[in-house]
C-alpha cells in the first residue's frame, strides 16, 4: 500500500524492505556467525511493518491518530534515507499520457514536460499517446517517415540533451522514450511488444504498446493502454488488460513476462469511469472541488478492491478534475447532445515487484530488489491543453535505486584535434568480457542529435580498424566524411549483439574548413555528408 508524507508525496508505505539492510549492518564483517542474527533482525522488521501496515487498513485519514502515525513513519524514512545518501542515486522520471483524438501537435509542451519547473531537470521522459491519427494516407507515411508527434517531441527534447531511446506504435497507440545522453550506455535489453485488443485481438486500435528495458540494471516496463470505452464495459477492460499481460512474453528467461519486471508503469486511456452517481452529482461535486465524493464509485478504484492482480498497482490520488470528456479548446466539460458524464479514464499507476512478494515466508530479496523504490512527486492533470476532448495526465517519479553498472561497457574518446584536412582517430578501450561483434560500429553525431540513427557518419570497428593492443583500440574516419562546418560533436558505440549504445563519449569541437562554403555539396545530407548506402547500419530504437 502507499502514504502521503509530510510532503505531499506517495510514497511506498512498505519501502524499508526495498533497502540493503544487510550492507548497513555494522557488525556485518565481524564474524559470519553474526549472518543469522542479522538475518533474523531483518524478518522481525518485515513482520513489524506487515503488522503496522494491517494497522493503517483501520486508520481512517479523520482519526486522530492518521497525523502521529505519519509523523512517525516519515521520522523512519528520514533515518534510513539519510543512511542510503550515499548509497543510492535518484532517477527523475516524467511520465505522460493523453489521447490526442486524432489532433496534430500543440503549439508549445512546457507545461506538459515541466521544462520550466525549478529543481534537477528530468533523467527520463516517457510519452504514451492515444488515437494517433492514423487514417490509411497517414499511417502509410508513417511507415517510412516518423510521425508528426515523435517528430515534434523529438525536435523539443533534443536540443536539451535528450535522445530518443526507444519507440513502438500500433496504429493510434504510440509510445516513445526519451533519455539524457548520460545514461545511454547503462541502458540495456531494449525491447518492445504490441497486443491487440480491438475486433477479437484483430483490430489495434484498442490494445497496448510496451517498452521494457534494463536501467542501471534494474528491469523497467513501460506499457501504453487503450481500453475499451462506455461506462458498461468494466468487465471488458479488466480481461483485454489481463490480456495484455499475459500475451506480452519476452525472450528471458530471468524475466519472461511484464509482471517479472522490478518495476512497471501502466498508464493510458484506461476508460473507467464513475458508477452510480448521475452527471449532476458528478458534475457538482467537481465545481466543488470535492473530488474525494467520487473516488468510491470509480470503476478502477472499486476492480483494484476485488481483482487481485490489480491490488499491487499503486496510484497517486485523485486530486484534480476528471480528465474527460470537454468540448475542444476550453475547460467545459461536454455540452453535446450526449453530455458524456466526467471521468478519470486517463491514469498512472505503478508496481513494484518485491511489493508484491512475501519475504516473511522465507525467501530473501535478492540485491536487485532490495535496491530500489519508487516515490510519486507529483500527480496532475494540464487542463490549458485543448485540442482534444481529453486532458492530458502527467506523473513524476523519483526512483531511488542503487546502480548495479556504474562503468560503461566501452570507452571511447576522440584522438587529437579534429579538422577537415587530414583522418581523424578514435580510441576506445571494452571491459573483459565484451561481447563484440564485427557488426559494431561508431557512429559520429551532432551534440543535439535525435535518435541513434541520426548519425553524421560512422566507421565499422573491425573494418577501419588500423590499431589494436590489449588496452586500445583505434579506428579511423576519412577527412572527406568529416563535417565541413565543424561544431560541437560527439562518439557513440554501437553493440550489434546488445542491440544498443554500449559507450557514449564526452562532447568535443570539430574545427571548420576554410573553405566549407564552396565544399558543401547542394543535396540532401546532414552536415554536408552524404551517408554511404552500401551496409549502412540501420537500427529500429
Known amino acids: ?116 519547473s525549478e529543481g534537477p531537470s528530468m533523467d527520463m521522459y516517457v510519452v504514451g499517446l492515444q488515437e494517433v491519427n492514423s487514417k490509411i494516407i497517414n499511417f502509410l507515411s508513417d511507415l517510412a517517415f516518423d510521425d508528426p508527434w515523435t517528430v515534434f517531441f523529438m525536435t523539443v527534447l533534443s536540443p536539451l540533451g535528450y535522445i530518443k531511446l526507444s519507440s513502438i506504435r500500433m496504429q493510434g497507440l504510440l509510445l516513445l522514450v526519451f533519455v539524457k545522453h548520460a545514461h545511454i550506455p547503462f541502458i540495456w535489453d531494449i525491447h518492445t511488444h504490441y497486443t491487440r485488443t480491438g475486433l477479437y485481438g484483430y483490430w489495434g486500435n484498442k490494445g497496448g504498446v510496451t517498452i521494457r528495458m534494463s536501467l542501471y540494471g534494474h528491469m523497467i ?104 470528456k470537454f468540448n475542444l479548446h476550453s475547460d467545459v466539460y461536454d455540452t453535446s447532445e450526449k453530455k458524456r458524464k466526467p471521468a478519470w479514464t486517463d491514469r498512472i499507476l505503478w508496481r513494484v515487484k518485491n511489493l508484491s512478494q512475501h519475504p516473511s515466508e522465507g525467501r530473501e530479496l535478492s540485491e536487485r530488489e532490495q535496491t530500489i523504490s519508487v516515490i510519486l512527486n507529483n500527480y496532475v492533470s494540464h487542463m490549458n491543453y485543448g485540442i482534444s476532448d481529453h486532458k492530458p495526465v502527467t506523473g513524476t517519479f523519483g526512483l531511488q535505486m542503487k546502480p548495479l553498472l556504474s562503468t560503461p561497457l566501452v570507452t571511447l574518446n576522440p584522438e587529437g584535434e579534429w579538422n577537415t584536412s587530414q583522418d581523424v582517430l578514435v580510441s576506445y578501450s571494452t571491459v573483459p568480457g565484451f561481447p563484440s561483434s564485427t557488426w559494431d560500429w561508431i557512429g559520429l553525431y551532432q551534440v543535439a542529435f535525435r535518435h541513434v540513427n541520426d548519425y553524421v557518419t560512422y566507421a565499422w570497428v573491425k573494418d577501419d580498424e588500423i590499431s589494436s593492443s590489449q588496452d586500445v583500440t583505434q579506428v579511423y574516419i576519412s577527412a572527406d566524411e568529416i563535417p565541413h562546418r565543424g561544431g560541437e560533436f560527439l562518439l557513440c558505440y554501437y553493440s550489434h549483439n546488445m542491440q544498443s549504445v554500449a559507450g557514449i563519449s564526452q562532447p568535443f569541437q570539430i574545427q571548420p574548413s576554410r573553405k566549407s562554403a564552396e565544399k558543401e555539396p547542394a543535396q540532401e545530407n546532414i552536415n554536408g555528408i552524404e551517408k554511404p548506402h552500401s551496409l549502412e547500419p540501420h537500427n529500429e530504437f
Open 1 to 116: 500500500m502507499a502514504s502521503l508524507n509530510s510532503k505531499g508525496a506517495l510514497q511506498d508505505s512498505s519501502c524499508l524492505s526495498l533497502f540493503d539492510l544487510e550492507n548497513l549492518h555494522p557488525f556485518r564483517s565481524r564474524s559470519a556467525s553474526l549472518s543469522s542474527t542479522a538475518s533474523s533482525g531483518r524478518l522481525q522488521l518485515r513482520q513489524r511493518v506487515a503488522q503496522l501496515m494491517a494497522c493503517v487498513e483501520d486508520i481512517s485519514s479523520d482519526d486522530e491518530m492518521h497525523e502521529e502515525v505519519s509523523r512517525t513513519l516519515d521520522e523512519a524514512f528520514l533515518i534510513w534515507r539519510k543512511k542510503l545518501k550515499d548509497k543510492c542515486q535518484e532517477f527523475r522520471l516524467h511520465v505522460v499520457t493523453w489521447n490526442v483524438g486524432t489532433a496534430s501537435p500543440p503549439p508549445d509542451v512546457t507545461g506538459l514536460l515541466q521544462l520550466n
Open 221 to 324: 516496463c513501460f506499457v501504453n493502454c487503450h481500453l475499451p470505452a462506455h461506462i458498461e464495459n468494466a468487465e471488458q477492460r479488466l480481461d483485454d488488460f489481463e490480456k495484455i499481460l499475459e500475451m506480452q512474453q519476452f525472450e528471458d528467461k530471468n524475466v519472461p513476462n511484464i509482471l517479472d519486471h522490478d518495476i512497471l508503469f501502466w498508464f493510458g486511456d484506461l476508460n473507467f469511469r464513475i458508477s452510480d452517481y448521475g452527471i449532476h452529482f458528478v458534475r457538482e461535486s467537481i465545481s466543488n472541488s470535492r473530488y474525494n465524493l467520487l473516488w468510491g464509485k470509480d470503476q478502477l478504484n472499486m476492480a483494484k478492491k476485488k481483482e487481485a492482480f490489480l491490488q499491487e498497482f499503486i496510484e497517486g490520488p485523485l486530486q484534480f478534475k476528471p480528465t474527460y
